[in-house]
């Protein structure tokens, strides 16, 4: 790569429509920049606790700047599964400058922000989602399945904090040190990238399948019979849905066990909160990406016309909601045993959050039919789990949270009102008609 190239200016070309115009980079775009928009109109919202706003902001621009990983490791993905493009004259070089010039600027973005609210002490924060965002993108590099596990580095926003306070003082420096070496192997592995045929199969299937693989699960009975409940709702997803609710509160009550007995603080009732929504968020997301599958669902037996289809959907959801709210009963009541921090009220907060976040989710993703406007549903997700850490931290501090209890029900009057008139804007104007 000359730098005459770099000075012309024409890696620029195409810029546009390369990032914005892609469904799947748009998304993770669009998530990142509702994140910034948040972060700076936020500040005029929220009352005038100067330690909760500046953690919610930082919430915020660390999820525009893990957005903006993300959204790199999909290109570097799509690039490697593009046969042709060794064939176009600096196709590869503009796009690798691309990538550098947006996660440079989001950087920029991300450190003017903490200067200007005098929050300089939180930098290690925003190292260690720079960290872990450069090592799912070198992950995903070495091994294209990998991309599959994005979810996780937008779970592990909220336990940054958390993980910082584990840290000695002098840690900012080496995480400095670390991540100039990581950028230094990862610029020189991205112009070592080549053609790679599995690139391709995890491209489409990020598409259509929202990242997730695994085996097929139909020697479990137990799931064929989830499986069975919740359809047509999991029809566009598949049946890694129905392993994803099954496996995600044993993880967090085998992570629960270990944090008790390593003595560790760690929130993982939030972390479950968060991946509740984000399956309810992704059984819309491939509905909108499967599009085309609406009508091989509408032929299928079963349905009374159109009407009856969007009825047997929206009743999947309602089955769907009342599994995970009593999957969250249940686990959040075997994780207070271990945590007596956990009472009363703050265990209702937890379960009425987790009831209207995800009844918000599939209520708005009904009426969703874009990537873009999907991808502002799944920006509710960082918002809730700001609202459960401020219920934590009332409790740390010995306090009950029953005021926020008082608003849990409030958002879930709402958030059902919502879902039941989703049904009206469901497939509204899409291929089928009534």
Not at 85 to 103: E, G, K, T, W
Not at 124 to 130: A, G, P, S
Not at 208 to 219: H, N, V, Y
Not at 357 to 371: D, E, K, P, V, Y
Request: hydrophobic share 55%; with cysteine; aromatic share 12%.
């Amino acid at each position: 790569m000359s730098w005459a190239f770099i000075r012309s200016g024409k890696w620029l070309k195409g810029c546009l429509r390369l990032w914005v115009f892609d469904l799947g980079c748009a998304s993770f775009i669009g998530v990142g920049f509702l994140g910034l928009v948040m972060a700076i109109g936020l500040p005029f919202l929220l009352p005038d606790d100067a330690e909760r706003k500046v953690d919610t902001l930082i919430l915020l621009m660390n999820m525009f700047v893990a957005s903006t990983c993300v959204a790199i490791a999909w290109q570097m993905n799509r690039l490697a599964a593009t046969e042709w493009a060794s064939l176009v004259p600096q196709y590869r070089q503009s796009v690798l400058l691309q990538a550098a010039m947006l996660l440079t600027v989001s950087l920029i973005i991300a450190l003017v922000f903490l200067v200007a609210h005098n929050a300089l002490e939180k930098i290690t924060e925003l190292q260690l989602t720079l960290l872990f965002g450069l090592g799912f993108l070198y992950l995903s590099l070495t091994k294209s399945n990998a991309f599959h596990l994005s979810f996780l580095l937008y779970i592990s926003l909220p336990m940054a904090p958390y993980l910082t306070d584990l840290l000695p003082s002098w840690a900012g420096l080496i995480m400095l040190l670390v991540i100039v070496a990581s950028a230094i192997i990862l610029w020189r592995k991205l112009f070592a990238l080549g053609w790679n045929s599995k690139a391709r199969a995890v491209y489409l299937n990020g598409l259509e399948m929202g990242w997730f693989w695994l085996p097929s699960p139909q020697s479990f009975s137990l799931l064929n019979r989830l499986e069975r409940s919740l359809h047509p709702a999991n029809y566009f997803i598949g049946p890694v849905f129905s392993i994803m609710i099954i496996a995600m509160p044993l993880f967090t009550l085998l992570l629960a066990v270990v944090t008790h007995y390593l003595e560790t603080p760690f929130p993982v009732l939030i972390l479950l909160v968060q991946f509740n929504c984000i399956l309810c968020g992704m059984l819309h997301w491939t509905r909108i990406q499967r599009w085309r599958s609406v009508e091989s669902l509408f032929v299928l037996p079963g349905f009374d016309g159109k009407q009856g289809m969007i009825n047997a959907f929206m009743q999947g959801q309602y089955r769907l909601l009342a599994i995970l709210v009593v999957s969250m009963v249940v686990t959040a009541s075997l994780v207070s045993l271990l945590n007596p921090m956990i009472s009363l009220s703050i265990w209702l907060h937890i379960v009425l959050t987790t009831c209207f976040g995800c009844a918000a989710t599939l209520a708005f993703g009904s009426m969703c039919r874009t990537s873009l406007q999907i991808s502002g549903v799944i920006f509710l997700v960082g918002l809730l789990s700001g609202w459960v850490s401020a219920g934590l931290s009332d409790v740390e501090i010995g306090q009950q949270v029953w005021s926020l209890v008082q608003w849990d029900l409030l958002f879930l009057a709402v958030s059902l009102f919502a879902l039941g008139l989703a049904k009206y804007r469901l497939w509204r104007g899409d291929l089928l008609q009534s």
